[in-house]
């Protein structure tokens, strides 16, 4: 049997029950048996993002996707929801992961910003050291379903398009006035050129677009989740030196 692992951005799973789907074997073209079986239940798979060989023969795949309604006697879970064997979990570590086994199924996956080069660009400064820090306006990440951090938590976030780049555990999560935010906390973020001014500008106009996409007030008094992070691991990185 082949085994599926479909994600969407943010990773929830697409289901068969408690397992994700899996085929019947076609040894001479695995993924074109898949792109079609998924097709005829009015799924477009696009290129996957990984496969390897399957424990009884063909391949197995991952693939990830926009948010879609699920078809037909499937349905989107969290990953960290799905029990079944797990094939899903081995599949994640393995094709998406790289192989880093996360120290806990219970992640967050989340991407940085508000569009996937802005994902991308700050998920780079933490990459190369320079961002350890970083924060959100607690009522419009509600509206966004955007995941608030808390101490411990750990997370996998995302080049903005799903793929996953990092896994950071919250050090220290504290929650201040917009207005309150220090100039340590503002410079930890990394961005910009390292100015309070350059940040209370950025951030400002940042936050102002947020409440105006989701019919919110922004001012000096809305509460700001500060995040101190620590990186686990950068996706795809060997620890390992030769």
């Not at 078809?71 to 990953?79: M, N, Q, S, V």
């Not at 190369?128 to 951090?149: D, F, H, N, Q």
Request: some cysteine; glycine content about 10%; overall charge negative.
């Amino acid at each position: 049997m082949m085994r599926v692992l479909i994600l969407d951005r943010t990773h929830r799973v697409l289901c068969d029950g408690d397992r994700i789907p899996e085929l019947s074997v076609d040894e001479l073209r695995p993924l074109r048996m898949v792109h079609a079986a998924f097709a005829s239940r009015g799924l477009a798979l696009p290129a996957p993002a990984g496969s390897r060989s399957g424990q009884s023969g063909g391949r197995d795949f991952a693939f990830v996707i926009d948010h879609v309604a699920a078809p037909t006697g499937l349905a989107w879970r969290r990953l960290r929801d799905v029990s079944g064997d797990g094939a899903a979990w081995q599949l994640y570590v393995e094709l998406m992961l790289a192989g880093w086994p996360p120290p806990t199924r219970n992640v967050d996956v989340w991407s940085f910003g508000n569009q996937p080069e802005m994902a991308a660009q700050l998920a780079h400064l933490v990459a190369c050291g320079a961002k350890r820090v970083t924060m959100g306006w607690i009522a419009g990440s509600e509206r966004a379903g955007v995941p608030l951090a808390y101490e411990g938590g750990v997370s996998i976030v995302t080049d903005g398009f799903g793929y996953p780049r990092l896994a950071l555990r919250s050090v220290e999560v504290k929650t201040v006035p917009f207005g309150e935010v220090d100039v340590a906390s503002a410079v930890g973020e990394g961005e910009g050129d390292l100015t309070y001014g350059d940040w209370r500008e950025s951030h400002v106009r940042y936050f102002t677009a947020q409440a105006a996409t989701y019919a919110l007030a922004f001012d000096d008094r809305a509460p700001i989740s500060v995040e101190r992070f620590e990186v686990l691991h950068v996706i795809g990185r060997s620890d390992r030196t030769a």
